[in-house]
């Protein structure tokens, strides 16, 4: 199947930059999109961006709309999500996640496969 891998979090100041990594194993759909979700302790895992892999068209939740920039490197198999202006309520595990199709899908569980996450803490 699909391997995501991601990379890129860390510990950072409120106002920092990040920028999240998920590369691809291989293409697994004619036409897919890549999610990004976000999950805090406790709370349940939260849709924040999503892109149309081979349109480039992207869609951002509103929360974060502005400061965050989805994206990808067609060559390399992999996404980004750019950071910026990070927040401590930005705070969680961030999750790559894959499922065929061209439409945004923001629930979880019609995303069908999952990076292993990386952690994102940003300090006030």
């Known amino acids: 199947q699909v391997q995501l891998v991601e990379s890129g979090g860390g510990l950072v100041q409120a106002g920092d930059s990040l920028r999240l990594s998920c590369a691809a194993s291989?293409?697994?759909?004619?036409?897919?999109?890549m999610g990004w979700f976000r999950q805090a302790p406790g709370k349940e895992r939260a849709f924040v961006a999503a892109?149309?892999?081979?349109?480039?068209?992207?869609y951002v939740r509103d929360a974060v709309k502005g400061r965050f920039t989805i994206s990808r490197d067609l060559a390399k198999n992999t996404g980004y999500l750019q950071m910026n202006g990070l927040k401590p309520e930005d705070t969680a595990v961030y999750y790559c996640?894959?499922?065929?199709?061209?439409?945004?899908?923001?629930?979880?569980?019609?995303?069908?496969?999952w990076g292993q996450g990386t952690q994102v803490t940003v300090s006030s």
């Open positions: 291989r293409r697994a759909f004619s036409d897919y999109v």
């Open positions: 996640a894959a499922r065929g199709g061209t439409v945004f899908v923001t629930a979880p569980d019609t995303y069908d496969y």
């Open positions: 892109i149309n892999w081979s349109r480039g068209s992207t």
